[in-house]
């Protein structure tokens, strides 16, 4: 479900529930675009549609939301708090460009690339041991390796839409056994055999995760 408040669409929830779903996403975007709405008021929106939707259902829910926020971590605390059995990182939002022959606003690209994966691969290595909730991974996701990384991050599933796109329903398959192959070569048994393994607590190193500045990394300061 794509919601934008925490009114209309509500009932959808209660259909989709009688209609035999197994579980609900929201794909939450609050516009920020207001200048006199503070960021506390859009995050508190976010946790009151979760707390709405888990008194209209009691199917499992999961929230998709994208990275712009002051404290990722503690909205996704709230959000686990209000309900949501898990969340998923990050939605990947469409985006303007703009024609210079034409003097026009028109559309980016709506596929993601193989490159921006890594920005969902760093908060859900981070947050998976610190909130009580699954996570799943998205945006960027091409390949079993890609796959396969946020698995060692702590994500329980990802999402592949734009490869499959580009590459047809095959890729999937194509995924799920390249998962398999590097899983022999490594010998684990099960995904949980290595699930979380570079997580923040499990040995990763969390300095590099939380690495922002260029400077750290290719200076001596």
Do not use: H
């Not at 779903?21 to 976010?46: K, R, W």
């Amino acid at each position: 479900i794509n919601a934008a408040s925490d009114k209309e669409w509500q009932a959808i929830c209660v259909d989709l529930d009688k209609a035999g779903a197994d579980a609900l996403q929201l794909n939450l975007f609050v516009s920020p675009f207001d200048v006199s709405v503070a960021g506390e008021g859009i995050e508190e929106t976010y946790v009151s549609i979760v707390r709405k939707v888990k008194t209209l259902t009691s199917l499992p829910l999961s929230v998709k939301i994208g990275p712009y926020f002051t404290n990722i971590g503690n909205l996704v605390s709230r959000l686990s708090e209000a309900g949501a059995e898990a969340v998923v990182l990050f939605n990947r939002y469409a985006s303007p460009d703009m024609d210079v022959q034409k003097m026009s606003i028109k559309s980016a690209p709506a596929r993601s690339d193989e490159t921006e994966y890594r920005s969902s691969l760093r908060w859900t290595a981070l947050l998976s041991p610190l909130v009580k909730t699954d996570f799943a991974g998205a945006t960027g996701i091409y390949d079993a390796i890609t796959a396969v990384k946020f698995l060692l991050a702590g994500a329980k599933v990802v999402e592949v839409v734009s490869t499959v796109y580009k590459n047809g329903e095959k890729r999937i398959r194509e995924m799920n056994e390249g998962i398999s192959m590097w899983m022999d070569e490594k010998s684990f048994i099960s995904i949980n055999d290595f699930l979380g393994k570079l997580s923040a607590d499990n040995g990763a190193d969390t300095a590099g995760l939380e690495r922002v500045q260029y400077m750290k990394k290719f200076g001596d300061i």
